[in-house]
């Protein structure tokens, strides 16, 4: 007896995760509209310019920009080379700048209000040990650039700046 009702069990089981599996085919939600890329031209275009800056060498990549970029860290609007100058007076005070458990994937809009735009999408953890305390610092960080054909044409860099601004006094 106890074997049958052990047996039984089983097979409800069985038979129920079956049956969730078939009922959870994925549907297009009104969002879904586009194609994701991970190894494309624009993908590695990001991750060349992270490598450009965290080798303190931004000017490397500066023909993947439009000459009229917008360029935005936070709520700052910049320009390719106060970007550059920026971003690169923080070896001043840094050694070891790095990202890990970086990402970068290109989302290729097809529908909607946003169909026709290309963007790239990067998620980061931005490392790196102060000159001043030795102390290292860790900062989850996200990225995009909007292209306009083989060219970014805006530029956006989101971070919490506590953490950097702290080690900068």
């Not at 007896?1 to 009922?23: E, R, W, Y």
């Not at 297009?28 to 590695?44: A, H, L, P, T, W």
């Not at 946003?114 to 305390?133: E, F, L, P, Q, R």
């Amino acid at each position: 007896m106890k074997n049958f009702f052990l047996s039984t069990i089983m097979l409800l089981v069985f038979s129920i995760s079956c049956n969730t599996a078939q009922n959870s085919d994925i549907s297009k939600e009104e969002n879904q509209v586009g194609i994701i890329k991970g190894d494309d031209f624009r993908s590695k275009a990001m991750i060349k310019f992270t490598d450009a800056y965290v080798n303190n060498n931004l000017n490397s990549v500066a023909d993947l920009f439009t000459s009229d970029a917008k360029i935005m860290v936070n709520d700052a609007d910049l320009t390719f080379s106060e970007m550059t100058a920026g971003f690169s007076s923080g070896h001043n005070y840094f050694e070891n700048i790095r990202h890990e458990d970086r990402d970068a994937f290109t989302m290729h809009y097809k529908e909607g209000d946003i169909a026709g735009n290309v963007y790239t999408h990067y998620w980061y953890t931005w490392k790196a040990t102060s000159k001043k305390t030795g102390e290292e610092i860790s900062i989850r960080g996200y990225a995009w650039m909007k292209w306009r054909g083989d060219k970014v044409e805006a530029t956006y860099n989101a971070f919490d700046p506590t953490l950097y601004n702290a080690s900068l006094n």
